[in-house]
């Protein structure tokens, strides 16, 4: 029978490095702090499929952290990832405040392209180059970022209107993989990247 083994910080972060027992490492992040993170969301207006999406949209952005040589053990991987996830519980917040209005309203732009995309995605439908850029993704990660960022369905919602996915978890696996494509085509032109900020600053709503 196989058992499931601990991982300290810095076997977490070789093993993601390197690749090797990546999956198991992965696992064991989950094992390990899946409920404090669960608990935080939960405890501050969230639900079990919020927590779901943001916990992995959190893990997901530890690794590509690591891997870009950007998480050095300033922190514990435990408060890094408790960071991550408050802090993008509190943006999901922030937009569903502001989903009544007819447009939402983002004033405060950030510089790293990759945590900005989603909210760029959130309130700039109309915009030319967001349409072209979801276009170049295919018609399948077109639907599902336009439902879920555009249309606020949640994966339970998607699931029912794409019915060739057997379940919610391979759409959270394919919307990762849709948006991580998305922003790799935007930071492979830095044109697309001028565009973006310069939309975020001065579009009308």
């Known amino acids: ?24 490492a992965i696992q064991f992040i989950y094992r390990e702090y899946y409920g404090l993170l669960e608990n935080y969301v939960r405890n501050n207006s969230g639900n079990e499929d919020d927590a779901a999406d943001i916990i992995q949209e959190a893990i997901v952005a530890f690794i590509e ?24 519980w509190i943006s999901e917040l922030r937009k569903r405040k ?18 900005d995309v989603s909210e760029h995605l959130a309130y700039k439908e109309k915009q030319a180059l967001i349409i072209a850029l979801l276009d170049q993704l295919g018609s399948t990660c077109r639907k599902i970022l336009e439902l879920f ?22 759409i959270r696996n394919k919307k990762y993989k849709c948006l991580k494509e998305l922003v790799s085509n935007v930071k492979s032109s830095p044109t697309i990247i001028e565009n973006l900020k310069t939309m975020s600053r001065y579009v009308e709503y």
């Open 149 to 170: 960022y555009y249309q606020n369905l949640s994966i339970k919602e998607i699931l029912e209107q794409l019915p060739q996915y057997t379940n919610e978890q391979v």
């Open 1 to 24: 029978m196989h058992i499931a083994r601990d991982y300290n910080d810095q076997e977490v972060v070789h093993a993601i490095k390197t690749e090797k027992d990546i999956d198991e």
């Open 65 to 88: 952290m690591v891997k870009k040589e950007k998480y050095r053990g300033q922190a514990s991987v435990k408060s890094l990832l408790f960071t991550l996830t408050r802090n993008l």
């Open 98 to 115: 502001s989903a009544t209005r007819r447009h939402e309203v983002y004033e405060d732009t950030r510089d790293d392209i990759e945590q």
